[in-house]
């Protein structure tokens, strides 16, 4: 079945220690999104990537990084994790951008920082 | 600005039927989306409205308004594991990204 994968589910990370959470796709869609989302609220837009185009939210902090090496996969880098970045990372996937088009989920990675 | 509104907690009994409401303010209109989420897992695609009227799709049906800025998602014949938070976003015209509501979660009792 085509899908969206992300690991881990559940990452522990200590403050300020670098961490990476990764996603892959098996749906070959051109536009791959990291949201990260926080007990009871919306998820927040943090990038995209329109194919190999990288857009950033400008009220993303420089803490989050991303990288697209090909189609299928897209990496959240967090240089220096803080308490307050604790919460789930949700990678999503879309054909395109705008219209009807719809996203796709990941099942998430949980962030913990100690 | 950007708005969007959404209860933040319903009850609803199982075998019954519920209206999740969701109110939007946005600068133009392009789409209006709902999503399933359950505890801990990722939110699935429901349903998609650009038009005003009611979709149907099985036991779920989304309504919009645009003239009103609003929708609901219509639950029938609840199952508890229809339990979940449902969450609303808007598309806006000439803007890629989704606004999202807070999402609605709803608590099913037997």
């Known amino acids: 079945d085509a899908m969206v994968i992300q690991n881990p589910r559940y990452q522990v990370t200590q403050f300020g220690k670098p961490v990476t959470l990764s996603c892959s796709q098996t749906l070959n869609h051109n536009v791959m999104y990291w949201y990260q989302q926080k007990s009871s609220q919306a998820p927040k837009l943090l990038f995209h990537y329109y194919d190999k185009d990288f857009n950033n939210e400008a009220d993303t902090p420089d803490n989050f990084q991303s990288r697209r090496p090909n189609t299928s996969f897209c990496f959240l880098d967090i240089r220096s994790p803080g308490l307050g970045d604790a919460a789930m990372y949700l990678c999503?996937?879309?054909?395109?951008?705008?219209?009807?088009?719809?996203?796709?989920f990941g099942p998430g990675t949980r962030l913990l920082v100690l | 600005g950007q708005n969007i509104d959404q209860p933040t907690e319903m009850t609803a009994t199982e075998g019954a039927i519920v209206q999740i409401n969701c109110t939007y303010q946005?600068?133009?209109?392009?789409?209006l989306f709902w999503y399933q989420q359950h505890a801990g897992e990722a939110p699935t695609f429901l349903s998609y409205?650009?038009l005003d009227g009611l979709e149907e799709k099985g036991r779920f049906s989304s309504f919009l308004s645009r003239s009103k800025g609003y929708s609901y998602l219509l639950l029938k014949e609840l199952q508890m594991k229809d339990s979940a938070s449902y969450l609303c976003a808007v598309r806006e015209f000439n803007n890629y990204q989704l606004i999202w509501g807070a999402g609605t979660k709803l608590i099913i009792k037997p």
């Open positions: 409205n650009v």
């Open positions: 999503a996937t879309s054909r395109d951008r705008g219209g009807k088009e719809t996203q796709y």
């Open positions: 946005t600068s133009g209109f392009n789409g």
